[in-house]
């Protein structure tokens, strides 16, 4: 059912000298900076975006982005771009939210069900 959060996990534990930055179809959500001086989510990041308003949770430690009180409209393609030092990774992940009646799955459920991601690794 809508409302349920779904978990975007990075897979990997991040330093201080790493700079975390998550796309909604291409746009800035959130982000950390590589001292932490600057940590955002959503309106905070680019002040034209308000849709997720306060749903957004940017774990500090690992860059994993969970969306609360999820919906139908937060599906898409979320990109997460993590910067250390000389390297730069970037994870993919296509979020299709279904209101599935009957099934016993909550829309949370199904869209954690559905996350696909794809890697990429530039040296």
Avoid at 53 to 76: C, E, F, P, V
Avoid at 81 to 104: A, R
């Amino acid at each position: 059912m809508e409302g349920d959060s779904v978990t975007l996990n990075s897979g990997v534990q991040t330093n201080q000298q790493d700079r975390v930055r998550w796309y909604f179809n291409d746009t800035r959500i959130a982000q950390i900076n590589r001292d932490q001086s600057k940590i955002c989510t959503d309106v905070q990041c680019n002040e034209d975006t308000e849709r997720f308003r306060d749903r957004l949770k940017l774990d500090h430690q690992t860059g994993s982005l969970t969306i609360m009180n999820i919906t139908n409209t937060d599906s898409g393609v979320y990109k997460l771009k993590i910067s250390s030092g000389s390297s730069d990774s970037e994870n993919i992940f296509n979020v299709t939210v279904h209101d599935v009646p009957g099934s016993g799955l909550s829309s949370g459920a199904v869209a954690g069900i559905v996350v696909g991601v794809l890697l990429v690794f530039a040296g």
